[in-house]
């Protein structure tokens, strides 16, 4: 067979049939109910950026895992399916729109909505972080994104009420004076957060918003502060977690051992700190940034750096191993 599938089954004559899934990783993250994305977005010391000031940008995007567009509710156009869909949504419901479409579905629910925005709030509280951002696109999406946020709010209320303050309360109750020891609860339409996030990035601290939002606002902070190479991420649900790489498994550079790495060890340092084993996690991320300002770098930093030595994944690693008996761990 000179090394090649035949095109049909041998034994039953049969043509083979490819599977089609949408992702392993959605298919992980509804299994386990792994109901956030937790993605810290902040600036390494020494890694070049496309922005005068990425120090300003430190964030923790809490992304909405199961739910939105992502829950797979769609009817591909021509099948039975979607036209069952099309007439339901047309005839039954008034509804008007072209017949030759693809149907999506779009569902946000309080469950969904209000154990996000509880992981969020809490993580802010121990973290002593200023703010909680709901991302919405709520101007538009009212049931759904604008339920978001309306959700958002009322867990918050309900559950913190003695530790967080409003944004509409800060104004009309505290004249714009921020109470101490409070957290700050606020939401902002998703396209501004886009341009705040350039214009005043120190202006926000932790977002938490539907999936859709929140896929597209972790890659594009993330690139002010050096790109997807350097961005982590984890899916945490209820007593479990899963840790990847935000760049996902970049086939096309198997076994070329040339890549930046960052990404999936400080994934790994967030799973230290979800374990408790934050020293462990500092001296990780203090050698990963000693390593950089020693400019000895894999080739997408590089080439951004004047002067910088270009080095394999591995050895880029193995500077790493060998400065975290050198770096000071973090206080």
């Known amino acids: 067979m000179n090394g090649k599938r035949p095109e049909k089954c041998v034994k039953c004559?049969?043509?083979?049939?490819?599977?089609?899934?949408?992702?392993?990783?959605?298919?992980?993250?509804?299994?386990?109910?792994?109901?956030?994305?937790?993605?810290?977005?902040?600036?390494?010391?020494?890694?070049?950026?496309?922005?005068k000031h990425p120090?300003?940008?430190?964030?923790?995007?809490?992304?909405?895992?199961?739910?939105?567009?992502?829950?797979?509710?769609?009817?591909?156009?021509?099948?039975?399916?979607?036209?069952?869909?099309?007439?339901?949504?047309?005839?039954?419901?008034?509804?008007?729109?072209?017949?030759?479409?693809?149907?999506?579905?779009?569902?946000?629910?309080?469950?969904?909505?209000?154990?996000?925005?509880r992981m969020a709030i809490k993580y802010a509280l121990e973290h002593k972080r200023e703010s909680v951002t709901l991302m919405h696109k709520g101007n538009i999406q009212k049931f759904t994104e604008g339920a978001f946020r309306d959700w958002g709010y009322e867990l918050a209320k309900k559950e913190f009420r003695d530790r967080i303050v409003t944004e509409a309360e800060l104004w009309d109750d505290h004249k714009g004076s921020m109470p101490a020891g409070k957290l700050l609860i606020k939401d902002r339409i998703a396209d501004q957060t886009f341009q705040q996030l350039l214009l005043r990035p120190d202006e926000y601290s932790v977002i938490a918003t539907p999936n859709l939002n929140g896929d597209?606002?972790?890659?594009?902070?993330?690139?002010?502060?050096?790109?997807?190479?350097?961005?982590?991420?984890?899916?945490?649900?209820?007593?479990?977690?899963?840790?990847?790489?935000?760049?996902?498994s970049a086939p096309k550079y198997t076994g070329k051992d040339c890549v930046n790495p960052s990404s999936l060890i400080?994934?790994?340092?967030?799973?230290l700190e979800y374990m408790g084993w934050q020293e462990a996690a500092d001296m990780v991320v203090a050698a990963l940034e000693k390593t950089i300002l020693n400019k000895t770098v894999t080739?997408?930093?590089?080439?951004?750096?004047?002067?910088?030595?270009?080095?394999?994944?591995?050895?880029?690693?193995?500077?790493?191993?060998k400065n975290m008996g050198k770096a000071p761990v973090h206080a």
């Open 13 to 51: 004559g049969s043509e083979w049939v490819t599977p089609r899934f949408r992702s392993i990783n959605v298919g992980i993250r509804q299994k386990l109910d792994l109901y956030a994305c937790v993605r810290p977005v902040r600036w390494l010391k020494g890694v070049p950026s496309v922005v």
């Open 55 to 117: 120090e300003k940008l430190d964030i923790v995007i809490f992304r909405e895992n199961t739910e939105d567009v992502y829950s797979g509710i769609e009817f591909e156009h021509g099948t039975p399916e979607q036209k069952k869909v099309y007439e339901f949504l047309t005839k039954e419901m008034g509804k008007k729109f072209r017949p030759d479409s693809g149907i999506g579905i779009k569902p946000i629910s309080v469950t969904g909505t209000s154990r996000l925005v």
């Open 266 to 271: 400080l994934s790994g340092v967030m799973m």
């Open 299 to 321: 080739y997408d930093l590089e080439r951004q750096m004047e002067g910088a030595r270009k080095v394999k994944t591995s050895e880029f690693g193995a500077e790493i191993a």
């Open 216 to 248: 597209y606002i972790s890659d594009a902070a993330v690139a002010q502060v050096g790109g997807l190479g350097v961005g982590p991420g984890a899916n945490i649900g209820d007593g479990v977690a899963v840790f990847e790489a935000t760049h996902g």
